[in-house]
């Protein structure tokens, strides 16, 4: 069964900090992996999209690896910002077919002042 | 301004009554899909349609109809058969170069 699992579970850190959120999948076969942020009462985001041959991909603050051999991806927030408070979500692609997605349960990142 | 939209953000209903939730693109994307969320669950698969005219059941179907008579809507029926209601129903449609799915901002269900 295809399962993604994400770690912490929620997370507090102080503005300006940084902070890595991790995810473990067991998707197979893998296509891609996205991360996405979810504001509170709202639809998620995409941040970041990841193929087998990426390892590390930006998008401003945010930084998302990859390691495809131990099936494991990290996001890595820097100098993090009051508006980063959401939850952040791992979902992987297993292969063809639009619906072969698998969502994490989130990471719930609080960041205070 | 291109997106998704649903309707209403706020839906309350007594039990046994069935209820519409709508869904908009103008996107022009062929798959739309219907998830929801659960605190502390990822999200789970109601319903998906590829293209016009045609849908298949995701994981958790049961209780949930759909519609697609057009490429930009896809509203989702909450029947009085779905015994646990009470959820944030997201919807979604795929398209561009790197088949990114697209979230609408959602509908908070509750039952009465």
């Known amino acids: 069964k295809n399962q993604v699992e994400q770690s912490p579970q929620s997370l507090i850190i102080l503005e300006g900090k940084n902070c890595t959120l991790q995810?473990?999948?067991?998707?197979?076969?893998?296509?891609?992996l996205r991360w996405y942020k979810q504001d509170t009462g709202r639809g998620p985001v995409s941040l970041t999209i990841m193929t087998f041959s990426e390892n590390t991909k930006s998008n401003g603050r945010y930084t998302a690896t990859l390691d495809a051999d131990t099936k494991q991806s990290s996001l890595h927030i820097t100098a993090s910002q009051l508006s980063d408070s959401a939850s952040y979500i791992c979902v992987v692609s297993a292969g063809t077919g639009r619906r072969a997605l698998t969502f994490g349960s989130g990471t719930r990142l609080q960041v205070q002042p | 301004d291109g997106g998704i939209t649903q309707s209403p953000k706020y839906l309350f209903r007594k039990e046994g009554q069935n209820v519409t939730l709508s869904c908009e693109q103008n996107?022009?994307?062929?798959?739309m899909y219907w998830y929801r969320q659960d605190p502390g669950q990822g999200l789970r698969l109601i319903y998906y349609?590829?293209?016009?005219?045609?849908?298949q059941k995701g994981d958790i179907a049961e209780g949930y109809s759909v519609s697609r008579e057009k490429k930009e809507s896809f509203p989702l029926t909450v029947t009085s058969a779905q015994k646990n209601p009470t959820a944030f129903y997201l919807c979604?449609?795929?398209?561009?170069?790197?088949?990114?799915?697209?979230f609408g901002p959602g509908t908070r269900l509750t039952v009465l």
């Open positions: 349609s590829q293209i016009v005219n045609d849908f």
């Open positions: 995810c473990n999948y067991t998707v197979s076969p893998f296509s891609n």
């Open positions: 979604a449609s795929i398209g561009g170069r790197t088949d990114t799915q697209y």
């Open positions: 996107l022009n994307h062929d798959a």
